[in-house]
Nanobody
Framework: QVQLVESGGGLVQAGGSLRLSCAASGRTFSSYAMGWFRQAPGKEREFVAAISRSGASTYYADSVKGRFTISRDNAKSTVFLQMNSLKPEDTAVYSC??????????????WGQGTQVTVSS
């Protein structure tokens, strides 16, 4: 079992930046790959970014590639999402997920409560 708590969301103007954090507790953090997902109103939840257990491998959705960076600090049991050059279409509730890695990210059923990101035009 792992518990996840996100923070760092807020309101930002287009072109601005935010850094999301997801703190984990419970089972050893480094045993999980980690991912970020987002859900906009009226839309399905979509994958944003993922990072392997060691942090050596990362993977991004095409829509955020070059603008967002995922990283992790295993000593602090925390995963981060640095979001730059934000666009109004990035507005969503962002949630972190603990999962596995098998030629790509495999989400498990461990989710945080989410943090709202709103980008104004």
């Amino acid at each position: 079992q792992v518990q996840l708590v996100e923070s760092g969301g807020g309101l930002v103007q287009a072109g601005g930046s935010l850094r999301l954090s997801c703190a984990a507790s419970g089972r050893t953090f480094s045993s999980y790959a980690m991912g970020w997902f987002r859900q906009a109103p009226g839309k399905e939840r979509e994958f944003v970014a993922a990072i392997s257990r060691s942090g050596a491998s990362t993977y991004y959705a095409d829509s955020v590639k070059g603008r967002f960076t995922i990283s992790r600090d295993n000593a602090k049991s925390t995963v981060f999402l640095q979001m730059n050059s934000l666009k109004p279409e990035d507005t969503a509730v962002y949630s972190c997920n603990a999962g596995g890695w098998d030629a790509g990210y495999v989400p498990y059923d461990y989710w945080g409560q989410g943090t709202q990101v709103t980008v104004s035009s």
